[in-house]
């Protein structure tokens, strides 16, 4: 029994070992841009930064656990 790799999530070419799960430089970086423009954003609710919902969660004063 062969295993098959998944095709590129962008183009569905061949995946390539270094550049995995995509199949070239140039796939993975565009995946890269869509994280970093926000393309990836999931819809929801507007927060309003300055409504304190931070202030209440404690996330303001850094109370941060590991």
Not at 8 to 26: I, N
Not at 37 to 60: F, K
């Amino acid at each position: 029994m062969t295993m098959r790799s998944k095709p590129c999530p962008l183009c569905g070419k061949p995946v390539a070992g270094e550049h995995a799960p995509f199949c070239s430089r140039g796939c993975k970086d565009r995946d890269l841009l869509q994280w970093l423009g926000e393309g990836y954003r999931l819809p929801g609710e507007h927060v309003d930064p300055d409504d304190g919902t931070a202030a209440q969660s404690g996330l303001d004063r850094g109370d941060l656990r590991d």
